[in-house]
């Protein structure tokens, strides 16, 4: 197994145990709103400077 793929897995239970919690403390919606802008930003700067 290549540090990548450990990495993207690590990445993905940390998202999901984020999900998790998130539940647990009644957080949903703003968690949802938190990623929907990090997504938005991310494209915005990949647009930029490409």
């Known amino acids: 197994m290549r540090i990548n793929n450990v990495r993207k897995l690590l990445y993905s239970i940390a998202k999901i145990l984020g999900d998790v919690n998130a539940v647990k403390k009644g957080n949903v919606g703003k968690r ?19």
């Open 32 to 50: 949802i709103g938190r990623r929907t802008a990090g997504k938005g930003t991310g494209k915005m700067l990949r647009k930029l400077f490409k």
